[in-house]
């Protein structure tokens, strides 16, 4: 877990279930940034005006139950790390929310401020790989796309050696490629056009 305040925002409309995760956090040292929302409406509210490091989402909360609430929250913060905690003893309900989008579950009554701590430390970490490799996808993508903007027939001046783009400008060599790829360009002379310098020059 990163080094610094954890904000944390919970969602959970229950007082008496909000008291009892607020007091665990307290123990494992994660209160200090924590903020509490009763409704998802709420929640989605405070999570864009002040975005936490982690979201704890019951699944039941009014406005919003079950998948729909972790599909809803994770669509609108998709870089969020989130654990669902659910009053259900219900396993294949807290996998469908992984599959959703949330990194971790919690059963009520089944856990204390230790196995708090370890899910929201697993969240935040997991989510971390994740928005890292998907950052390096987006990247890849990139370059494969800007390869094969310089695939295939280029026309090309015979005399002046300027390109033609897609809009039909014609521009320089160099510009082009800077445009469509990562190359960048140092400028010199070869031999034959040194040697035809100098004799120009002298």
Sequence with gaps: MPDGI???LLLEDE?????ITRRMLRE???DEGLAVSGTLAGGLK???????????????LPD????????AFCRAFPRLPVVVMTGTDDEELGLEAMKRGAQDYLVKGQFGDRELRKAVRYAVER???????????????EALTRVRLLSGLLPICADCK???????KWMQLETYISGHSEALFTHGFCDNCYKK???EIG
Excluded: C, M, Y
Aim: glycine residues 12%.
């Design 15 to 19: 007082p008496v279930s909000a008291g």
């Design 162 to 168: 300027r390109i033609r783009s897609d809009n039909g």
């Design 64 to 71: 919003s139950s079950g998948e729909a609430t972790v599909t």
């Design 197 to 199: 310098r100098l004799k």
């Design 6 to 8: 954890l904000k944390i």
């Design 46 to 60: 405070a999570a864009a005006a002040d975005p936490p490091g982690v979201a704890l989402l019951d699944l039941g």
């Design 127 to 141: 989510k971390g790989l994740l928005n890292e490799r998907e950052e390096l996808i987006s990247k890849l993508q």
């Design 28 to 30: 494992a040292g994660l």
